[in-house]
C-alpha cells in the first residue's frame, strides 16, 4: 500500500538501515557539499517554497530552465568541437582536416602558452614551450597555414584565449579576408575572458583594469563588424578545473560577466546591442545529477540577471548559450580506460542539460596530448550520445524530476549568496585584487584533496580499487624540431615584410592605446602589416604594465 507522505516513507522504509550498507558512506552529498535525501517528492519542492511554473515553465520561454530553444536537439544536434593544437600551424591543420572528415562540426584551437600570455616563439620565455600545450601563432603566416584549405565562410571556429584574443581575432579575420570571406559573414567564438585568468588560470598579461579595457574594445567592434561572432565565452570551467564547486563555478562565472556587461554599458553600449552575442563556457565533472541541474540553474540565473538587472529587452539576451567540455582534472594516469567511462558520463550530462556545444576530453590527456586514435574515439562519444543512446530526442529529459528540479533550485540559492558577497565588496575586479574568489576555491580544493587521500572520496583506481595497469601505447609526443621550425619561418616573415609599415603600425597602436579609442581596427592594421604578436603585447605592456602575482595565489 503506497504511503501517504514522504515522510511515513523513510519511516516505514528506511528507519536506521544505512548500516546494512557499510560500502557507502554515512553522510550523502552532492561534489558541492549539498545534502542529498534518500528520496525527493512533489513535498520537496513544496517545502522549499518552488513555484513550478515561475521557476521551471516550458523550453524557448523565459527563465529557460528548460532550454533557450523549443526543440533544442530535434531541431538541431549541438555542435561538436574537439579541442586541438599542438607542435606547428601545420601539424595542427593537418589534425583539423582529420575530424572534419571525421564527423567534426567545428573548430577549437589550443595555443601555446607564449601565444596565450603575448611572446614570440623566439623570445626568451617561451624557450621549451613553443607548440606543446597547443599551437603557436605569432603572424597571419601561421594564421594562414592554421587555416589552410578550411572554408570561413562555412566552419565555426572556436578560439580559447584570453590576453592576446583581440590580437588572434584580427589575424582570423586577415586570413579570412584573404579568403575572399568578409567579417559580417564569420562565426565563432573567442573566449576573452580575461578576469578568470587571474582566478584560476594564470595566463595575463596586463593588469586587470587595462585587460577589461581590451575585453570591451573586442566587444564593441564586434558588434558592428563581426556581428555573427560569439565576443566572449565567460569561463566557469577553469575555475572548476582549479579546484572550485559547482556551486562556485556558478556564482565566480556570473560575477565576471555582470563585471563585463556593465563595462561595456558605462561605455555607451545598450545591453541589448551586444547581450545576443555572450556566451559561456562549462565543464561536465563526474556527478551526474548536480551538473544537469547546474546547467539549467545558469540558464534561469542568466536569464534573470539580463532582465531584473541590467533591463534587457531582447529575449536573445537573456538566453544563456554555452559550450561544456569534460573534465580533464577528473583524468587519471592510472587505469587510463576509465577515463572512457568517466568523459561518457560528463558528456551525458551536457547533453540532458541542454549545451549548445561540446568538447569530450580524451583517455591519454593524463599522460600526454591525445593521440589521432583517442581523439576518434572522444569524437565517436559525442556521435553515439547523440545518434544511438535517445538522450537527444526528448528537450530537457530530466525536468520534472523531484531530485533534478530541487538541486536546481538549491545550487542557484547558494550561487546568488555569493553573488551578494561579491556585489557587497564592490563587484568581481574588486574581488579578485582582494584575492577572494582564489582563497574560496583554494580551500575547497584543499577540501577535496583531503577526502581522496582519507579515502571517504572514492576515485576509482586511484583510491580504491587499485590495479596494475598495462601502459598506454601509442602516446602522441611533439617532435623538439617543430620548435625549431616555427622560429624558423618566424625569422623568415621578419626578414620578408616592410619594417616602415611594420613600425608606423605599432606607432600608431601605442597612441590609441594612449587614448580611449577603440584598440582592434589598429590592431588589424599591424598583423596586415605583419607585425607579430609578441610587438603588439610589447606596445600594450609599454602602456598598461605587466601584471605581477596577486593577492591570494
Not at 522504509?13 to 553522510?27: A, H, I, K, M, N
Not at 577589461?212 to 556581428?227: F, G, Q, T, W
Not at 576530453?361 to 591525445?370: T, V
Request: aromatic share 8%; with cysteine; proline share 4%.
Amino acid at each position: 500500500m503506497p504511503s501517504s507522505s514522504k515522510d511515513e516513507w523513510e519511516k516505514n522504509t528506511l528507519g536506521p538501515s544505512v548500516s546494512r550498507f557499510p560500502q557507502r558512506q554515512d553522510r550523502f552529498v552532492t561534489d558541492s557539499g549539498l545534502e542529498i535525501d534518500a528520496l525527493y517528492s512533489p513535498e520537496t519542492l513544496a517545502e522549499a517554497g518552488s513555484d513550478y511554473q515561475r521557476d521551471v515553465g516550458f523550453p524557448g520561454e523565459y527563465p529557460y530552465t528548460r532550454g533557450v530553444q523549443p526543440n533544442t536537439y530535434r531541431g538541431r544536434i549541438w555542435t561538436m568541437r574537439q579541442y586541438s593544437g599542438y607542435a606547428t600551424a601545420a601539424d595542427t591543420n593537418e589534425r583539423y582536416r582529420y575530424l572534419l572528415d571525421q564527423g567534426q562540426t567545428g573548430l577549437s584551437v589550443a595555443f601555446d602558452l607564449p601565444t596565450q600570455i603575448g611572446y614570440d616563439s623566439d623570445h626568451v620565455l617561451a624557450k621549451g614551450e613553443v607548440g606543446k600545450v597547443g599551437v603557436p601563432i605569432c603572424s597571419l603566416a601561421d594564421m594562414e597555414a592554421l587555416l589552410e584549405g578550411i572554408p570561413l565562410d562555412k566552419v565555426s571556429t572556436s578560439m580559447t584565449i584570453n590576453s592576446t584574443a583581440s590580437i588572434l581575432l584580427c589575424l582570423y579575420i586577415a586570413v579570412a579576408k584573404r579568403q575572399g570571406v568578409s567579417p559580417d559573414k564569420l562565426t565563432g567564438t573567442i573566449q576573452n575572458d580575461i578576469l578568470k585568468e587571474y582566478i584560476a588560470r594564470g595566463t595575463y598579461a596586463y593588469p586587470p583594469r587595462p585587460s577589461m579595457r581590451l575585453v570591451v574594445d573586442v566587444i564593441k567592434y564586434c558588434a558592428e563588424n563581426v556581428p555573427r561572432w560569439n565576443t566572449i565565452s565567460v569561463s566557469g570551467y577553469h575555475m572548476r578545473e582549479a579546484g572550485a564547486t559547482a556551486v562556485q563555478e556558478l556564482a565566480f562565472t556570473f560575477a565576471d560577466a555582470i563585471e563585463y556587461v556593465q563595462a561595456v554599458m558605462d561605455s555607451g553600449m545598450a545591453v541589448d546591442d551586444f547581450g545576443p552575442r555572450l556566451s559561456f563556457f562549462f565543464v561536465a565533472q563526474n556527478n551526474l545529477f548536480e551538473e544537469v541541474a547546474k546547467f539549467r540553474a545558469a540558464r534561469r540565473m542568466w536569464a534573470r540577471i539580463m532582465k531584473e538587472r541590467f533591463g534587457a529587452k531582447d529575449p536573445r539576451s537573456m538566453m544563456l548559450r554555452f559550450h561544456t567540455q569534460t573534465a580533464g582534472v577528473s583524468l587519471t594516469a592510472q587505469q587510463p580506460d576509465n577515463n572512457l567511462i568517466r568523459c561518457t558520463v560528463q558528456a551525458l550530462a551536457a547533453v540532458l542539460g541542454g549545451s549548445q556545444s561540446l568538447h569530450v576530453n580524451s583517455r591519454d590527456e593524463a599522460l600526454a596530448l591525445p593521440s589521432e586514435e583517442s581523439v576518434q574515439l572522444s569524437l565517436r562519444t559525442q556521435q553515439i550520445l547523440a545518434f544511438e543512446s535517445g538522450a537527444a530526442d526528448v528537450v530537457d529529459p530530466l525536468g520534472g524530476s523531484y531530485y533534478v528540479e530541487s538541486l536546481t533550485n538549491k545550487l542557484e540559492e547558494e550561487a546568488l549568496k555569493y553573488l551578494k558577497l561579491i556585489d557587497d565588496m564592490g563587484g568581481a575586479v574588486t574581488a579578485i585584487e582582494q584575492g577572494f574568489q582564489v582563497r574560496e576555491i583554494g580551500e575547497a580544493a584543499y577540501q577535496h584533496r583531503r577526502e581522496v587521500e582519507s579515502g571517504s572520496r572514492t576515485i576509482v583506481g586511484v583510491n580504491r580499487f587499485v590495479t596494475d595497469s598495462e601502459p598506454i601505447q601509442g602516446l602522441l609526443r611533439v617532435d623538439e624540431r617543430a620548435a625549431e621550425d616555427q622560429i624558423s619561418r618566424l625569422v623568415q616573415v621578419r626578414k620578408k615584410r616592410d619594417p616602415g609599415a611594420v613600425q608606423a603600425a605599432l606607432a600608431r597602436l601605442e597612441e590609441v592605446a594612449r587614448s580611449d579609442d577603440n584598440t582592434v581596427p589598429v590592431i588589424l592594421e599591424c598583423v596586415e602589416a605583419n607585425g607579430t604578436l609578441g610587438e603588439i603585447c610589447q606596445v600594450f605592456r609599454g602602456v598598461f604594465g605587466e601584471q605581477q602575482e596577486m593577492a591570494g595565489f
